[in-house]
């Protein structure tokens, strides 16, 4: 048993208006430390068109997506009855990630390599209905990691959401951006803007304001404005990027953005600008990965399945 205990489980939707918000590395960073805390994870990628989150754990059979035609593409899609699952332990080339061996699930359902966007259709619908119950009764927390901007897998969703099969479930939505002024524009637009988050919800049905609660935002690779002793740079260059932080929070905040609505930060780190990939305790250690990174996929892990962090649970 999990140490969810008799909490209901999470179904844990993250999205981006744009791309290159960190959203697929930062989800999987946060999966990961869920179930080294002792919970059972399963992690969908519905990014249809570019399905790698078999190469952000590490899988490079399925780092495009699987090419054995058991992906969630041709399982939305009808083609096949039932979408493949992988122990992403077992299947990862990874020695740190794979031992020592870990009591709880981390599972990995791929999209298909090739597969491409599809529309969402009644059957398409119906069928993401039936793999989001599946793993709403076998998981404790579930990722579904969707395409960036207004795509069709964040429609299927939407709707999937709507069934009558879902109704109470507990849904949250993490919408990441990067800490610049492009991106939080970017992330307002998705959840309040024409043909956002809240306006295709309506049309479905959801309270809009139910909706919001469930919502909360991640800010990656955020600089720091420390201007620590010895750093590099000049007095006027970091009383400039301080000046810029200030005007980026105002920002956010008239954007609705602010720090009561965001879950967590995480700071550049140089390991995810090279190579994106899951942090582990021993990179940390190998002194290859910064301790405050790990600290924040851990604080990330703990604020989503902290229900005081969550105004709202329940039926929409």
């Known amino acids: ?58 899988i490079d059979r399925m780092d495009r997506g699987t090419t054995e035609g058991n992906g969630l593409h041709r399982f939305l899609t009808g083609k096949k009855s039932i979408p493949a699952q ?19 699930r981390l599972t990995l359902y791929p999209g298909d390599r090739g597969g491409g966007e599809f529309g969402a259709t009644t059957d398409v619908v119906k069928r993401c209905v039936d793999i989001l119950v599946i793993c709403k009764q076998e998981f404790d927390v579930t ?22 099969q879902l109704r109470g479930a ?37 309270d809009p304001g139910r909706l919001l609660d469930s919502m909360r935002y991640v800010r990656t690779a955020v600089p720091s404005t420390s201007e620590a002793p010895g750093a590099k740079g000049s007095g006027p260059q970091w009383a400039w990027l301080r000046k810029q932080n200030e005007a980026l929070d105002q920002l956010a905040q008239a954007n609705q953005m602010g720090t009561s609505v965001t879950l967590g930060t995480t700071p550049v780190e140089p390991v995810l600008q090279w190579r994106e990939q899951v942090i582990l305790d021993a990179d940390v250690d190998a002194k290859i990965a910064n301790q405050e990174t790990v600290r924040a996929f851990a604080a990330l892990a703990d604020e989503l399945v902290n229900d005081d962090t969550w105004t709202w649970e329940g039926d929409f």
């Open 143 to 164: 990722f579904i990691d969707l395409s960036a901007g207004r795509s069709a897998a964040l429609e299927i969703v939407l709707s999937a959401m709507a069934a009558t």
């Open 170 to 206: 507990v849904a949250r939505w993490l919408v990441f951006h990067r800490w610049t002024r492009q991106h939080i524009l970017a992330a307002n637009g998705l959840v309040h803007g024409p043909n956002g988050l809240l306006e295709n919800g309506a049309k479905l049905g959801y």
């Open 1 to 58: 048993m999990s140490e969810l205990g008799d909490r209901d489980p999470i179904l844990v939707f993250s999205t981006s208006d744009k791309g290159g918000t960190g959203r697929s590395v930062t989800s999987c960073n946060i999966a990961y430390r869920l179930s080294i805390q002792g919970r059972n994870v399963a992690y969908l990628d519905f990014d249809f068109g570019s399905p790698t989150a078999g190469a952000l754990f590490e």
């Open 86 to 104: 992988y122990d992403i332990r077992s299947e990862t080339k990874r020695t740190d990630l794979r031992a020592p061996r870990h009591p709880y």
